[in-house]
Each structure stands twice: as structure tokens, then as C-alpha cells.
């Protein structure tokens, strides 16, 4: 009888290790590590460039030794297509799980509203998730097992207009005293410039010039820049989110001369700064141009932005950069707990308080998350396309470039 | 300002509205013709744009006429174009049209659902053979604009863009084209006896499946012209057809359905709508202002414009 209670025991132990992916014995064959990006629909090439991000990460930690708490033990990694919709992310998230029932931790899945499914589903099961997303709500909502290494957007919005008159009295010596805004009507953009309608830009001194709303796509930007041009701000800040939308106001700029050596030109989000951009718009229409971004190439990063090139086949660092980190982060979670199982691995993350390793690839250089899971210390940068590559220029302890403010 | 802000919204208008008015044509002749209600044709302009910019980058490289090149593109496209609808409509579309249907509405389910199909077909290939990445042509054409001064003050200029300028010329150019061909040709008058009445034209010896594959070539060709015109500032990608498909819908039913010149005035019309709209409306409202203009067109005068082409489909 004793015996038999043995090997049920031993059986059941058995059977909760391989459903849970506890994997604590020393000279484990592998872990598995999840991305979930939108790799079809509206967003897939920006999910392509987060695949390209995340297979660099897995095949350099692998090259580097694997996990060595668990005895070498290499990184597998499993993909999912979150589609186009919150739904359609949902249900990847659930099929993901389903099929791979050993992940030790994910990464995903860019879009904040593809993000917010993905992670109920990853809470329910325990499993700790890493995102540069930056809605507010994905780290409101009380989650044990959810890490935001960017701003949220409200901060994001808060630092945003200190950072750009930081960076405008850096290259210029004055302040710029008006300001225009255009941007579509998308979730992003309308909470980005919410803080800044109620209070923020009077609060900085800045006079509201121009301030066009339109719901994309555009068939033509020509009214818009009709208005732009008769207010002259003394910097906009340039909020459409579709390709199409950016290059056909970027073409009506410069039609009516407002080109970036007369307006300088802010916009928010990393997408301003893809290698797509570039085919799509051209490097004449970009020059100048500006972008509030949670990540990007830093200073110091250099040896770091050939390895990156060659690895993942794009031009520069992109605010991937930050996939590419949170594959990292898992992976020193795992050394730090000496184990696989995504409970050891989210506490491990709550006590993490990184200053070198893997903490180069966020800004500031510091990587601690605090009991919601958003980053400490996490700050926006600006970059800049200068001679067809989008450089950082602020803040300066990140800059790989000095910044170019026209126009005063 | 006030004058300047309208002249300007007007010539964007008015620019765009012959682009918009080829696009709806090309939807309005097959519809015309055949009583077919094409879900694809905004594919068949993705198509176009696709084939442009392959085209564009090696035509008239690096001589004088360069800027020009896309235009060559599209007109080099709407022929291959032409060949691609003729022979989609003879291994597909003709199983669902024409004479050897018995029941009209049934074969408008089926021809809804095929030519859906297609637009399926056409979408996720692109995705799969040429990836969701944007493109587009670059072209110093698409920001560059003859600077107009209006007499009554001397800051005060209107931009006219030169690309814009040059697809509008070549979208009037195109439609007054066909409606001569339809007009003055026999193949023209084989097409409008088609529509008229298919059986009184087999009868005077008209070939109609033959007649159905023209236009349906024709309503292809023009898409892929009119999709190639407007690569030119506009990025292509696979599902760059939704953002046109129901300006395309409003635009032949605005202007009557089945009526050549009706369509053309129809897309002309949003455009115009869309872009005067602005001066006193939030821009937001842009594109429901061509909605509340839709729908009391076809409250005051149900037929479109142009709606005696009505009873013909």
C-alpha cells in the first residue's frame, strides 16, 4: 500500500511538472520562451520586425550558453499570430497556452489593445508577460504576472512637452511659444494630446495655433496644411498613425514649403521611425523629422547596433530593441530563480534591480519593475532622421547625435 | 484667407474627384454591361498599383522624362490588366453570368459571392507573395506644385500639385475615351446592345458572352489604371482596397447605376463634397458629410443623376 501511494505520488508530481512547465532539475534540454505579435492584418509588418527582433534575442542567448542556472538549458521559441483584432488576439493567446502548455514567460504583443487580451489570458494562466506596449490599463488592473518596460502613455504625455521645449532650448537657446497639432482621431494620438488639451500646454506657455482632427484615412492633406500654413506654429506636433496618412501630409507640407527646415516636425510612436517609413515616404520628406519614442539606439549601444544588423536584417535599431531586451530579461528572471517555472520566474522579475547585462538595452540603463509591473525609472527619448536614419538626439546622456531644432 | 481656403479645397476637390470618377467607371461599366456587382474591382486597383510600381522603376531610367515614368506604367498596365479581367471572366465569371442563367437573382448571389472570392484570392496572395509592407513610388511629382497668385493679394498664392494635375488630365482623357469608343464603335455598340437587351442582341448576331468578357476587361483595366495613377502618393499593400471600395459604391450609385458619365460625376461629386466640407465642418466629419450627401441623393432622386440607365440593368 505504501508503495502504491509512492507511485501515485510520484506520478502526480510527475503529471503537474509537464502541465505547468516546473522544470527546477538541474540539465533541463530546453525552456520555452513565447512571442505573440500580429503577423497578419493592418499590423503584420510591424509584428515581422518583433519576430526578427525576438529570433535574434533567442539565438544570441542560446549562443551564449543557454540558461546556465538550469544547466545550459536552450531557449525555444514559440510564435503566435495575434491578428488584426483584440478578439482574434485572444483566442491566439488561448490556442498558445493550449498547445504549449511549458512556456516559462512571453513577450508581446505591440498594439496596446492587442496586448490587453492577450495578458488576461496569460494572468489566468500564471505565466509572466513582458510588453512594450504603453496603455495605461494593460498595468491598471491589479496583474501579478504583467512587466511594462515603456512609459505608460499618460507619462508619456506628462514628460512629453518638458522633453521636447528641453530638447528645442538645447539646439536653439529660446522657447518656442506656439504650437500646432494634427493627428487622426485613433486611440493613441487622442490620448496622447488629451493631458495637453486640458491644461498641459498652457501650463508650458505654449498658444494652441492650429488644431486639426481628422478620422483616417485622408484622401488629401491639403486642407489640413491650408490651416497649418496660415497659423504658422512654432513647432507641430504631427500625430497620424496610418502610413498613407503620414506620407500624403508629408508631401503637402513640403508642396506648401513647409518642409522641416521651416517647421519643425514631432511626432509619437516608434512606427515614425520603421525602415518601411522610409521606402514608403522617401528620405527628403523625412529629413528633420522628429519622434517621442520609449526606445531606441543608444549611445553606448554601438558595438551592440552592427550585431543588430546583421542578426535581425534591418537597417538600425528600432524600438524592438526593447523585444529583443525582453527576451533577456526572461532569461536572467530564470538564472535568478534557478528555474523555469513561471511563478519563480514572475518573482524573480518583481525582485529584479538590473544596472548593467540586459539593462543596456532600456534607456536609463536601469531595469527594476515596481508591484504593478511597470519599469522604474522608464523615460521617453526623441529621435531624429538625420541623412536617412532616425538617430536618437535626446535626452543627452542617450543621444548619438545633436539635435536639429529649425525654424525659430 | 477665406477665398484662398476655398480655392484651394476646391482645386483638391476637383483634382481628386476625376480620380475618384475613373475609379467609379471602371466599377460602372461592368455593372452596366453586365449586371454584375464586382467586389473585386478595388483589388484589381491593388493589382494595378503593384504592377506600376514594378514597372515605373525601370522605365525612362535616368533620362530627363523620368518623374514620368509611372504615368507610362499605368498606361502599360491597363492593357495587361485588360488581358488579366478577359480571361477571369472566361474561366470564372462567365459561369454566373449571361444568357445560360435562368434565374437573375440567383446568379446575383452567386456572382457576389464569386467575385468576393476573387477579392479574397487577390488579397491574401499579395500578402502571402509580396508581404504586408507598404510601398509606394516616390516621386518629386507628388510634392511639387505650380504656384498660382491670386491677384487680389500678394500673399496669398493657390498650389495646384503637379501629380495630381496630371492623373485628373489623364482620368478625363481616359473617360471621354470610352464613352467614345461606346458611343461610335462596333464593339461599343455590341456592349450597349448586350446591356439593353442580351437576348435581342444574340438574335442581330451579337456574340454577348463575348461582349460580357470586353467589359469585364475594360472594368479591369481601368482599375488597375486608375489604381496605378494613384500609387503615386498613395503606399500600396494588400488591403490598400478597402479604403477605396466604398467611395467606389457610393460614387456609381450617386451618379446613377450603370451610367458611364453618371459614375464618373458620382465620384466626382464625393470628392468635391469631401474636400469643400472642411471649410465649415470638423474634419472628422469629412467623410460622413459624403454619407448625408449620398443618402439625400437617393431620398430626392433614387435613380442617381444619371438614372435612366436604371431600367437598361
Partial sequence: MRKLLASLSALGLISVSSTTGVATAQGQEQVTMALAMPLSGAWARIGEVSRAAAECAVADINAAGGIEALGGAKVNLVVADVGGSPESAKNAAERLLAEHPDISGGVGAYVSSFTLPVTEVTERAGIPWLTLSYSDRITGRGYKHVFMTSPTSVQQAEDALPTILALAKQATGGKPDTVGIVMDNTPSPVGFTEGMRDGGLEKYGLDLVVDQVFTPPLSVAGPIVQQVRSARPDFLLFLPTATPDIKLILEQLTQFGLTRERLPLINNGGPMGTPDLLNVVGEHLLEGAMFITANWGLKGQEDFTEHWKECTGLPWVTQDISTYGHFWLLKEAMEMAKSADPEAVTQALHDMKLTEGPARFFPGGTVSFADNGRRE???????????GVPVTVFPPESAVAEPIWTGQ | MLIEQFLQALTSGILLGCIYGLMCVGLAFIFGTMGVINFAQADFMMVGMYLVLAIAGSLLAGTALGAFAPFLAAFLVGPLMF?????????????????????????????????????????????????????SIISPLSYAAWEIPLLYNDFNVL????????????????????????????????????ADNPTAAVYMGIDVDRAHRIAFGFGTAIAGLAGGLIVLYYPVQ????????????????????????????????????????????????????????????????????????????
Wanted: net charge positive; glycine share 10%.
Fill in chain 2, 83 to 135: 488581358g488579366i479581367g478577359y480571361l477571369l471572366h472566361r474561366g470564372l465569371i462567365v459561369c454566373t453570368t449571361g444568357l445560360r442563367i435562368a434565374n437573375q437573382i440567383e446568379a446575383h448571389q452567386a456572382q457576389l459571392i464569386l467575385t468576393l472570392g476573387v477579392a479574397l484570392v487577390l488579397q491574401n496572395g499579395a500578402l502571402i507573395l509580396l508581404g504586408s509592407a507598404p510601398a
Fill in chain 2, 238 to 313: 494588400p488591403l490598400v482596397g478597402m479604403d477605396f471600395l466604398i467611395i467606389m459604391y457610393a460614387g456609381v450609385v450617386l451618379g446613377g447605376l450603370g451610367s458611364l458619365i453618371g459614375a464618373f460625376w458620382g465620384g466626382f461629386v464625393i470628392a468635391l463634397v469631401q474636400q469643400l466640407a472642411t471649410l465649415v465642418l470638423p474634419l472628422q466629419l469629412q467623410n460622413a458629410t459624403v454619407f448625408i450627401v449620398f443618402l439625400l441623393v437617393l431620398l430626392l432622386r433614387p435613380q442617381g443623376f444619371f438614372g435612366r440607365t436604371v431600367d437598361r440593368a
Fill in chain 2, 159 to 194: 498650389f495646384v500639385n503637379k501629380a495630381h494635375t496630371y492623373n485628373a488630365l489623364i482620368c478625363v482623357a481616359v473617360t471621354l475615351s470610352l464613352y467614345w469608343l461606346i458611343r461610335n464603335t462596333r464593339v461599343g455598340k455590341s456592349l450597349r446592345a448586350s
Fill in chain 1, 377 to 387: 525609472n522608464a523615460s521617453i527619448v526623441i529621435a531624429q532622421w538625420q541623412a
